[in-house]
């Protein structure tokens, strides 16, 4: 009854006889446990997020339900182990893209342990952490009946340049996406998938004035996970990966909002500037910053 | 004919022989050019901004008139040496209360030497930066004909905690401000400084729109300036120090906008919670964080 899923794009992944996520027929997906204080914590963020009544109902939406813990045969053959229980995602979708967003310049939690702050640290300034605020970590699209899915290794993710994470927006949106560079993304589902009231900006909106006020939990190392799919109903915007959440002691989770903001600004400009314009333009603000910085002097 | 500023409250001042920034009577102020690659940077900034015409009128107000460069005698007695000439900021106000807040979780450019990352991350962290995405780095607060002002020396800021920031930043606007901590604020500026259609809040929420779609420019290390006089004119919001300026390179400044929003919030929670209020609040926050966090077991 449990399988491995067909559509996790990032973090540890079951099959092969490793440890990883199982989901079921009846939509639930089942994660265990993390080794140490991450599992107890994700635990205890689900059971406080869950039991919170200062989280706003429009706001409990972006968040995966969650259904308990329950001791299961663990994917890797390990015997006994206890996972979380909660709302498989991408289960409602047919051929689902899904795109896996880590958020914030700073992946670590201030009060880490010294090796593990540098660790993440080395992480954060060899991807697009601290340029962008956010990282891609993993994605997966649906490309046609004979190509199917788009989904690259690991190894893809640790090397993309802002230029890239850019072009993976336009992709994650268009029927002819594929790996090869050279062909121009189409944008054929921009409007439907992150235009409109209901789109991923106008979710990604509603997020951001939560995350201006609510100073209850920060959210380190948490992912923004975007899923569509080929049936056509609405795109989703749900939070994942909750061990590095901590208590928010009255301040905003600037860290987080920053990150949502240049996120927000990235899918606001693939909406604004037609892919035929993308290329063009990316060239031309390339000049027009030359032009009115760099040539004064500072990069020279 | 130039003198040492009367209301400096962060950087390098004058006097005693050292090198600072010296002012005149007509409303101007000479910062000496720092050292290496610092004061060029600073410089091409300033050219960049004043002639960049995608910069919005709305926004040229928040920052200093540029006049070009000087060289003159130094402050320290060392001989000529060239000064950015700018805009007195507080010359216009009576008695003026400041507050510089240096603005930023991460205050070093990404691509800076290894070493200064290491120096600057670890200011960033001993003090309230990475936390609350800002810091406090210097302040005077005009207390009463008597007290004067309330300037404490360097050492004070390098200990604030993020609820002594909350209550620094009610004193800012309070006419009992002093060092007494057991005092407590009575906020009777708070509704004209901080609130109204032209006080601080208003004047940090138009920064904040255009920080949400600039990518011009990425202000590391820069600092928000607040200042208002006894004159009961506007409070005033500018932004100072530019030596750490970078492209933005089509991508917003996720850093500084983090931070910013942050101190919004604390601002905003001033002006909702009166100062009577104020402790009693903090105590049941505290104990409503408690509850519906931390007794789940990520503190235990």
Chains 1, 2 share one sequence.
């Not at 903001?261 to 990316?282: G, M, R, V």
């Not at 030359?290 to 990069?299: K, R």
């Amino acid at each position: 009854m449990l399988k491995v899923p067909a559509h996790q794009v990032a973090g540890h992944q079951a099959g092969d006889g490793k440890l990883g996520p199982l989901v079921d027929d009846s939509g639930l997906f089942y994660k265990p446990l993390q080794s140490g204080e991450r599992g107890s914590a994700e635990v205890t963020f689900y059971k406080s997020f869950s039991s919170n009544t200062r989280i706003p109902e429009n706001i409990r939406r972006f968040f995966p339900v969650f259904h308990g813990t329950r001791v299961l045969e663990a994917s890797d053959g390990s015997g006994l182990c206890p996972h979380l229980v909660l709302q498989d995602i991408v289960s409602g979708h047919l051929n689902p893209s899904v795109m896996d967003i880590k958020m914030g310049a700073n992946t670590w939690p201030p009060q880490s342990p010294e090796d593990y702050i540098a660790k993440c640290l080395k992480k954060d300034r060899e991807t697009t952490s601290i340029q962008l605020g956010f990282r891609i970590s993993g994605f997966q699209i649906y490309g046609s009946k004979e190509s199917e899915f788009w989904k690259p290794d690991k190894q893809f993710f640790k090397s993309l340049s802002a230029q890239d994470v850019r072009l993976v927006l336009y992709k994650y949106v268009s029927s002819n996406a594929s790996p090869d560079l050279d062909l121009n993304p189409n944008c054929a589902f921009a409007s439907v998938v992150y235009g409109g009231s209901t789109g991923i900006l106008a979710q990604l909106q509603e997020l951001k004035a939560w995350f201006e006020d609510q100073t209850i939990y920060h959210f380190y190392s948490c992912s923004v996970l975007m899923v569509y799919g080929q049936e056509g109903s609405g795109a989703e915007v749900k939070l994942v990966d909750f061990a590095h959440v901590v208590d928010g002691e009255g301040v905003i989770d600037h860290n987080f909002l920053g990150g949502l903001c240049s996120l927000i600004k990235f899918i606001s400009d693939i909406l604004t500037t037609p892919p035929d314009e993308y290329s063009t333009k990316a060239c031309l603000q390339d000049s027009q910053n030359n032009q009115s910085f760099c040539d004064n002097g500072i990069h020279e």
